[in-house]
């Protein structure tokens, strides 16, 4: 009996969690679904399956996993497999304006929606604005947009996928906050700073600050938006505006480098693996 990893990207993240868990003595079946040729009935042995597929696959080239990713992990849900985080949460991971839409419906702060490359209308759209893959990741293809003018240059940059066009929020202290909830809890919160373009992005080399008391108002609302979500453990990116704080992105498959785990001086992938252990052991006490 095993847990099974999927992933796509073979990364220090995919890896440390890949070892955390065989090195507390469990079977773990570590599967790129880019690359392997998969059918579900591979995974009768498997307890429990890990997703850490990337919603940004498209744009790193893993088009497969961006166009079949999503049917093969609920084949697997349909066949009874448990995954964690839940399948629910892989159907936000992949649809921000479905994350927006929900979190809203719940009186939860997001961004309003203008509309989307599907339903485009530039006569809703107000500036400052933000377009972004509706699908995405790594702040891949996401401009802040200032005038008609502007938004046309950046429409003729757009690839053929799903973007959404929404409210710009601008942040109080020219910085987004990025807090990790795990189980339940606030693990760790970092300020991240934006760049000239009024991005904020890891990839785009942004600054790291630490943030030893989060506000407790913040706290509750990304902790209430992972209950919502169904999302165990996940990273959420903040904006406090004027109007107060924004929940911009929520990120069921959070992704970590070595470098950012040193800054923060503990590490999230311990505590997930735990969570994961945790969860499989469940999963053994209810199947006797
Ligand atoms: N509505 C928004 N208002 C202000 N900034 C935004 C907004 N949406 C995105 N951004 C900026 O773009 C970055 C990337 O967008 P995000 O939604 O986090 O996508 P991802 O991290 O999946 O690429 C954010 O960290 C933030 O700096
Ligand atoms: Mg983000």
Same mark, same amino acid.
């Given at each position: 009996?095993? +847990?099974?990893? @999927?992933?796509?990207?073979?990364?220090?993240?995919?890896?440390? #969690?890949?070892?955390?868990?065989?090195? *507390?003595?469990?079977?773990?079946?570590?599967?790129?679904?880019?690359?392997? &040729?998969?059918? &579900? &009935?591979?995974?009768s042995n498997v307890d429990l399956i890990v997703n850490r597929i990337f919603p940004s696959s498209y744009f790193r080239g893993h088009t497969k996993t961006y166009f079949k990713g999503i049917d093969?992990?609920? $084949?697997?849900?349909?066949?009874g497999i448990p995954m964690i985080n839940s399948n629910e949460a892989l159907m936000y991971d992949f649809d921000k304006q479905l994350v927006c839409n929900t979190l809203r419906k719940n009186n939860i702060n997001t961004p309003k929606i203008y509309c989307c490359s599907s339903e485009f209308s530039i006569d809703n759209i107000k500036y400052p604005c933000v377009v972004k893959p509706n699908r995405g990741g790594r702040s891949s293809y996401t401009h802040k947009v200032n005038n008609a003018q502007e938004l046309s240059?950046? #429409? *003729?940059? #757009?690839? *053929?996928?799903?973007? @959404?066009?929404?409210?710009? @929020? $601008?942040?109080?202290?020219?910085?987004?906050?990025r807090i990790e909830v795990i189980d339940g809890e606030v693990f760790s919160a970092v300020k991240r700073s934006m760049d000239e373009t009024g991005i904020s992005s890891y990839h785009r080399g942004a600054q790291y600050k630490h943030v030893h008391n989060l506000d407790k108002h913040i706290t509750?609302?990304? @902790?209430?938006?992972?209950? +919502?979500?169904?999302?165990?453990?996940?990273g959420i990116d903040v904006i406090v505006g004027k109007k107060g704080p924004f929940i911009i992105d929520v990120? &069921?498959?959070?992704?970590?480098?070595?470098?950012f785990v040193d800054f923060l001086g503990r590490n999230p992938l311990d505590r997930m693996g735990d969570v994961i252990i945790n969860e499989y052991y469940k999963l053994c006490q209810v199947a006797g």
């Amino acid at each position: 009996m095993a +847990i099974g990893i @999927i992933y796509e990207s073979a990364e220090w993240s995919n890896l440390y #969690l890949r070892d955390y868990l065989v090195n *507390k003595g469990f079977e773990v079946l570590f599967i790129n679904f880019e690359e392997a &040729a998969l059918n &579900a &009935a591979q995974f009768s042995n498997v307890d429990l399956i890990v997703n850490r597929i990337f919603p940004s696959s498209y744009f790193r080239g893993h088009t497969k996993t961006y166009f079949k990713g999503i049917d093969f992990l609920n $084949e697997l849900n349909r066949r009874g497999i448990p995954m964690i985080n839940s399948n629910e949460a892989l159907m936000y991971d992949f649809d921000k304006q479905l994350v927006c839409n929900t979190l809203r419906k719940n009186n939860i702060n997001t961004p309003k929606i203008y509309c989307c490359s599907s339903e485009f209308s530039i006569d809703n759209i107000k500036y400052p604005c933000v377009v972004k893959p509706n699908r995405g990741g790594r702040s891949s293809y996401t401009h802040k947009v200032n005038n008609a003018q502007e938004l046309s240059e950046v #429409l *003729k940059l #757009l690839p *053929k996928v799903e973007f @959404i066009f929404q409210e710009y @929020i $601008e942040s109080l202290d020219n910085y987004t906050l990025r807090i990790e909830v795990i189980d339940g809890e606030v693990f760790s919160a970092v300020k991240r700073s934006m760049d000239e373009t009024g991005i904020s992005s890891y990839h785009r080399g942004a600054q790291y600050k630490h943030v030893h008391n989060l506000d407790k108002h913040i706290t509750d609302m990304v @902790i209430d938006t992972l209950n +919502i979500l169904n999302i165990k453990m996940g990273g959420i990116d903040v904006i406090v505006g004027k109007k107060g704080p924004f929940i911009i992105d929520v990120n &069921a498959t959070s992704n970590f480098s070595k470098k950012f785990v040193d800054f923060l001086g503990r590490n999230p992938l311990d505590r997930m693996g735990d969570v994961i252990i945790n969860e499989y052991y469940k999963l053994c006490q209810v199947a006797g």
